[in-house]
T-cell receptor
Framework: DSGVTQTPKHLITATGQRVTLRCSPRSGDLSVYWYQQSLDQGLQFLIQ???????AKGNILERFSAQQFPDLHSELNLSSLELGDSALYFC??????????????FGEGSWLTVV | DQQVKQNSPSLSVQEGRISILNCDYT??????FLWYKKYPAEGPTFLIS?????DKNEDGRFTVFLNKSAKHLSLHIVPSQPGDSAVYFC???????????FGKGTRLSVIA
């Protein structure tokens, strides 16, 4: 158990709809990351928040948005969903930053299926 | 443009033998490297890391080697066990609290 909690674990929704994925980081971790894993793809970085502020942005579509709340939990909002958005969405968190980089800890993921 | 590449999608090894998983990177700013292991229906789990000031880091059966001049790292698992069967992701980051960049993974199958 990494200590990172994601809900829901599974979600099926129709094209054009909007969903919200939720993540609670490990206790004390200030950074939250969102990654997407599609079929045959690696883990694609979407966005990072640090203590409530957006820190880095990756390959996140304009239809997607995220935020981190004062209690440090984060939400990823996916709107105008398309079939190609079907994927595993992982949240990860990190605390201590190694001088050269950081180790992040993943939740179990939210499996989104768009039909 | 893939900055972290795992060129072998899959690898099969007999139980008890050594498993060697390889990873190449292109970004010379990367100085911290990690390996994650992922079982089906679970999130990736941190396995081992190495910073650029080292060329080897060992943790039990797992050893990571870093060759900075070749921009190459490898993960050695010895002896391999059936429970090691999983997808292994290589990841890298630049200095500071920057997001990790992942490879596409190598599926390891350890055959009893």
């Amino acid at each position: 158990d990494s200590g990172v909690t994601q809900t829901p674990k599974h979600l099926i929704t129709a094209t054009g709809q909007r969903v919200t994925l939720r993540c609670s980081p490990r206790s004390g971790d200030l950074s939250v990351y969102w990654y997407q894993q599609s079929l045959d793809q690696g883990l694609q970085f979407l966005i990072q928040y640090y203590n409530g502020e957006e820190r880095a942005k990756g390959n996140i579509l304009e239809r997607f948005s995220a935020q981190q709340f004062p209690d440090l939990h984060s939400e990823l909002n996916l709107s105008s969903l398309e079939l190609g958005d079907s994927a595993l969405y992982f949240c990860a968190s990190s605390g201590y930053t190694h001088p050269s980089g950081n180790t992040i800890y993943f939740g179990e993921g939210s499996w989104l299926t768009v039909v | 443009d893939q900055q972290v590449k795992q060129n072998s999608p899959s690898l099969s090894v007999q139980e008890g033998r050594i498993s060697i998983l390889n990873c190449d990177y292109t970004n010379s700013m990367f100085d911290y490297f990690l390996w994650y292991k992922k079982y089906p229906a679970e999130g990736p789990t941190f396995l081992i890391s190495i910073s650029s000031i080292k060329d080897k880091n060992e943790d039990g059966r797992f050893t990571v080697f870093l060759n900075k001049s070749a921009k190459h790292l490898s993960l050695h698992i010895v002896p391999s066990q059936p429970g090691d069967s999983a997808v292994y992701f290589c990841a890298a980051s630049a200095a500071g609290n920057t997001p990790l960049v992942f490879g596409k993974g190598t599926r390891l199958s350890v055959i009893a």
